[in-house]
């Protein structure tokens, strides 16, 4: 794990620890409901498309500025994102073997995953305050 100091300051807001896991979590369940795009390419399409839910970025991302244009398309869109520390635990959590530097959980109508999207959500609102 990284020091606190060594975080871009860019990469904000930051998750602790509790939120980290939390969000982890639902994006993996997300990724067995097919409610996932990886890849900052990705989560812009469905920023443009409207169909993202909230916006997971790594902070060890490098440079972190191939990711600065998604918290931009979130506000214009007014959808929640957040930064946790690792690539590489975010890839795990989207089920694959490689870092992952974004991603994004979708919509989906009926989904039993909205209780804690929501949850998510407004955790990550309360970050950004």
């Known amino acids: 794990m990284t020091a606190e ?3 871009n300051p860019k990469a904000y807001p930051l998750a602790d620890a509790t939120l980290t896991k939390t969000i ?3 994006v993996q369940q997300a990724a067995n409901y097919k409610q996932l795009r990886k890849g900052a390419n990705e989560a812009t399409k469905t920023l443009n498309r ?8 790594a902070a060890d991302a490098e ?5 600065l244009h998604l918290p ?3 506000e214009d869109k007014n959808v929640p994102y ?3 520390r690792s690539k590489q635990a975010l890839g ?3 089920g694959v073997s490689r870092p992952v530097i974004a991603t994004s959980v979708t919509i989906k109508e009926g ?3 909205k209780p804690q999207i929501q949850s998510v959500q407004m955790a990550i609102e309360r970050l950004l305050v």
């Open 5 to 7: 100091s060594d975080v």
């Open 24 to 26: 982890l979590d639902l």
């Open 50 to 57: 409207g169909i993202a839910e909230f916006i997971v970025m």
């Open 63 to 67: 440079p972190l500025e191939i990711i």
């Open 72 to 74: 931009l398309l979130c």
């Open 82 to 84: 957040v930064f946790v």
């Open 92 to 94: 795990r959590a989207c």
């Open 111 to 113: 989904s039993q995953l």
